[in-house]
Nanobody, 124 residues
Framework: VQLVESGGGWVQPGGSLRLSCAASGFTFDDYAMSWVRQSPGQGLEWVSA????????YYADSVKGRFTTSRDKTRNTVYLQMNNLKPEDTAVYYCATDPRLRYGSFDPRDYNYWGRGTQVTVSS
């Protein structure tokens, strides 16, 4: 299993970024995919999840209404569109999956496969 995130960078408050996570080494269509972030000095925070069928993605309250996750089975890629970014969104963002999960979990401990992460910095 390989997960490779991209799309991070620096953005001013109110700006937007789109993260991508390219997946390989497993049957992408069968498993849920999640985004998890870690701010400096903080623990892992689950951000969003999308089920194996791409329906009904769900989000942490802290990002609801600003972030959107989607998946493209033709590209084996999951996306995180982040709008109206705030300084508190600054973190390393990871995508994660686990072959036991067709439906996403809110608990980062349930995921056994992780990418290396991409840094998102929101500041003026």
């Amino acid at each position: 299993v390989q997960l490779v995130e991209s799309g991070g960078g620096w953005v001013q408050p109110g700006g937007s970024l789109r993260l991508s996570c390219a997946a390989s080494g497993f049957t992408f269509d069968d498993y849920a995919m999640s985004w998890v972030r870690q701010s400096p000095g903080q623990g892992l925070e689950w951000v969003s999840a999308i089920n194996w069928n791409g329906r009904d993605p769900y989000y942490a309250d802290s990002v609801k209404g600003r972030f959107t996750t989607s998946r493209d089975k033709t590209r084996n890629t999951v996306y995180l569109q982040m709008n109206n970014l705030k300084p508190e969104d600054t973190a390393v963002y990871y995508c994660a999956t686990d072959p036991r999960l067709r439906y996403g979990s809110f608990d980062p401990r349930d995921y056994n496969y992780w990418g290396r992460g991409t840094q998102v910095t929101v500041s003026s």
